[in-house]
């Protein structure tokens, strides 16, 4: 065991996370997400929700800071009609470790599925929600 690393992130995740470099990007997919068809690197992480995964994660690394959007959701299809109230959960989570406010870029449904398979990993969730995806970028780890 360690101290002052949430029980969240799994001795997988964490090696997966320290590996990643300065711009990698990092997928947490909700449950409907067809992580394991499109990840070179699957963690399960099932029964986690993404806004605890996320905050967890941004303790531990910053997002990149040397573009403006770090961060990328999935566009809702163009006609559907559901709703994204979690976008603002990552918005807030997102704030409250970097102080960005508006840090998403909206990526369409099958751009986003291309990116995410060039992506690091891939973190596969039990997150129930819909357009629930992100991408998270790596930032630079500097010395305190």
Do not use: C
């Not at 394991?36 to 605890?52: K, Q």
């Amino acid at each position: 065991m360690l101290i002052g690393i949430s029980k969240l992130i799994s001795p997988e995740l964490l090696k997966v996370l320290s590996e990643m470099g300065h711009s990698d990007e990092i997928v947490l997919a909700d449950g409907n997400f067809p992580a394991a068809s499109h990840a070179e690197r699957l963690i399960r992480a099932d029964g986690h929700n993404v806004p605890e995964l996320l905050d967890a994660i941004l303790r531990l690394f910053p997002l990149d800071q040397y573009v403006a959007k770090p961060a990328a959701l999935m566009q809702v299809v163009p006609g559907d009609t559901v709703q994204t109230p979690i976008w603002e959960q990552y918005r807030s989570i997102i704030e409250e470790h970097t102080g960005l406010s508006e840090p998403f870029e909206q990526v369409g449904r099958f751009a986003f599925y291309e990116r995410a398979k060039k992506a690091y990993a891939i973190i596969a969730t039990g997150e129930s929600a819909l357009y629930a995806n992100l991408i998270l970028k790596k930032g630079v780890i500097k010395d305190s």
